[in-house]
């Protein structure tokens, strides 16, 4: 372990294409940041029109997201999803729902505003995910 922090979490952190350019000391400040929580199958983890506040990433499983009913993406382990109701303040846009047992980390406003603040990259790299959610798709 690596100043309390469990060696395979900074090698899990380390394989999320969202923080792969971060040196060892900035993924052990991610992993300072948020709380894993295990959950069962069919755990909603944000509800389409709830307010927004918190970041979620999936650690391992599988999640389904949802709009007005029909299943429009699926979530494994690396994924990340919450960042737009944080930062614009408005109602999630989908259901998330996992599919099997699954391990979250969920970072709060304050910790995700910690995480842009302090690792540039990591902001730079979420505006692009950000602006390709953001894009307009074949799905209807």
């Known amino acids: 372990m690596a100043r309390g922090i469990p060696a395979d ?3 899990r952190l380390a394989k999320v294409p969202l923080f792969s350019g971060c040196s060892k000391k900035e993924l052990r ?15 909603e983890l944000t509800r389409q029109g709830d307010p927004g506040s ?12 949802v709009k007005n009913g029909r299943t429009v ?4 382990p690396g994924d990340f999803f919450g960042e737009l109701a944080l930062i614009t303040r408005h109602p999630r846009n989908a259901t998330v729902v996992t599919e099997g047992e699954a391990t979250v980390r969920v970072f709060d406003r304050r910790e995700f ?11 730079r790299k979420l505006l692009v995910v950000l602006a390709a959610r953001q894009a307009p798709t074949n799905r209807s």
Not at 31 to 41: C, E, I, N
Not at 55 to 65: K, L, T, W
């Open 9 to 11: 979490l900074l090698e």
């Open 29 to 43: 400040q991610i992993a300072s940041l948020g709380t894993s929580l295990r959950v069962g199958p069919g755990t």
């Open 54 to 65: 918190e970041f979620i990433m999936i650690v391992d499983g599988h999640a389904r997201c």
């Open 73 to 76: 993406d699926r979530f494994g």
């Open 113 to 123: 505003t910690t995480l842009l603040d302090d690792a540039p990259g990591i902001a």
